[in-house]
């Protein structure tokens, strides 16, 4: 009798066994297209045989545990690799915008401006007397000095959509590091049971990788299953069941967007400085370095090619003998002068204030004229090795080049993310064709489970008949 109740309590495990290797597979099969979910198998193992005089009978198998098939290496692997894609797909799209400004294959930009400008000058030395071709002049000196504004204008106004990219990225960090320690503590409470906690982990790494896109951290784990995270070396982001914020606000002579550490006692941290990775990393270098070189070239630019042409004008005489006053406003200092640039308040008023002349050879001399002309020919930038058209132009190539290489690395680090991804779907992924296999599997273990449990029932009741008997 023994025996069969041995039997009993056999089929009755495998049954349950099965039956949770089924519930596994339909929650397997329901995560197929959740996010960074691990695939879910249920360790089954042997039980403890039972001795019954010389013979050891075994007892059947009893479900130990269940876990999820994860490769921890390489969910480490792809959360560096991550970090460095969301740094260089944040500076390929922040270059594409500044790409944008200096883009003259679409329309007219400030080198064709420039050149229009000098031959509206050559034009004027050919017919010095001439107001028509004064008021050409002028409005060339118009049309270049606009042109001057917009880029300056344009590039600050890349950089206000980066802060405010720098202030959205900001709001998601500190979702995800709230989430991050409420998992903490979940899985906490799961495993101190002794019991795996696979869903709170999935969602965690995933987190873990985003956070890692966006901003450079450091973490670790400690015997409890508590993360740790560090952010900027030294913003303690995440302990325990606690964790701090980054708050981003505007500070500086540049009313720029910067990054501070929220500490636990309200105190805020700039951080700016030490963030490197993630898209946080690449937006804020490219808005502080980048941009600011372009921004400092085309000031540069605007500052020499106002001085340069203000000095000649001033030498000569207009159409009517006065004596010649700057053709720009004189920029104070280099510092923004692209974006006051402008003609002087006499040009727009009256174009015969445009000098073509030297003041001893009368209204008919072109010298003026020809001189200035003849500046665009002139190495009067980077240590006099440079025209003003080359310095732009070298500038424009610049931002192609940079553009170009920004957009190269991120497809290549794509391509490592992706193929990073697809070894990890093929550990830890979810294969529909594998799970029906495994359902049918335990459907027929059920099955013969519960004919197990017939089988010994039927041997109960053939024992008690034999006892009526």
Do not use: C
Not at 44 to 55: D, F
Not at 170 to 191: D, F, G, H
Not at 199 to 212: A, G, M, T, Y
Not at 264 to 274: C, F, K, V
């Amino acid at each position: 009798m023994s025996k069969i109740s041995l039997m009993m309590n056999t089929g009755t495990r495998s049954m349950m066994n099965n039956q949770t290797a089924l519930s596994t597979v339909g929650h397997n099969i329901a995560n197929k297209s959740t996010e960074g979910y691990s695939r879910q198998r249920v360790e089954i193992q042997s039980n403890v045989p039972m001795s019954m005089g010389n013979l050891q009978i075994g007892t059947g198998a009893k479900a130990a545990q269940v876990t999820r098939t994860n490769n921890p290496y390489l969910e480490k692997q792809i959360q560096k690799e991550g970090s460095q894609g969301g740094f260089l797909e944040a500076r390929s799209e922040a270059m594409d915008r500044v790409e944008q400004v200096y883009n003259e294959q679409m329309n007219k930009g400030l080198s064709q401006y420039m050149g229009e400008f000098f031959n509206a000058f050559r034009e004027l030395s050919n017919y010095p007397e001439n107001t028509a071709t004064r008021t050409h002049v002028r409005e060339t000196g118009i049309v270049l000095a606009n042109d001057f504004q917009r880029v300056h204008k344009d590039l600050t106004a890349v950089q206000g959509d980066l802060d405010m990219q720098i202030a959205t990225h900001t709001e998601e960090i500190n979702q995800i590091v709230k989430e991050i320690a409420s998992l903490n503590e979940k899985v906490s409470a799961v495993e101190i049971q002794g019991v795996p906690a696979n869903d709170e982990r999935d969602r965690r790494d995933l987190l873990l990788k985003k956070l890692n896109e966006k901003i450079d951290i450091s973490w670790a784990e400690n015997e409890t299953g508590q993360l740790s995270i560090t952010a900027a070396r030294n913003a303690v982001l995440v302990s325990g069941f606690s964790s701090q914020e980054l708050e981003a606000k505007r500070s500086g002579a540049g009313d720029r967007m910067d990054v501070y550490y929220k500490t636990p006692s309200s105190q805020l941290i700039p951080i700016t400085g030490t963030i490197k990775g993630g898209k946080l990393g690449a937006l804020i270098e490219t808005r502080d370095k980048t941009i600011e070189e372009f921004k400092s070239n085309i000031d540069q630019l605007a500052y020499t090619f106002s001085t340069e042409i203000n000095k000649i004008h001033k030498q000569g005489v207009d159409l009517l003998g006065r004596t010649g006053e700057a053709f720009f406003n004189e920029p104070k200092e280099i510092q923004n002068a692209a974006a006051n640039m402008e003609i002087s308040t006499s040009l727009k008023r009256d174009a015969n204030r445009v000098v073509a002349s030297m003041r001893e050879k009368g209204v008919a001399d072109n010298t003026v004229a020809n001189v200035i002309a003849n500046l665009q020919d002139q190495p009067l930038l980077a240590e006099g090795t440079s025209t003003m058209g080359d310095f732009y132009r070298s500038s424009v190539g610049r931002v192609g080049v940079l553009s170009q290489r920004a957009q190269k690395e991120s497809e290549a680090q794509k391509n490592i993310l992706s193929q990073l991804t697809n070894l990890r779907e093929s550990i830890s992924g979810v294969s529909l064709d594998e799970e029906a296999t495994k359902m049918i599997e335990y459907q027929k273990g059920f099955d013969a489970s519960a004919r197990l449990i017939r089988t010994a029932d039927e041997m109960f009741d053939t024992v008690l008949n034999l006892k009526r008997l």
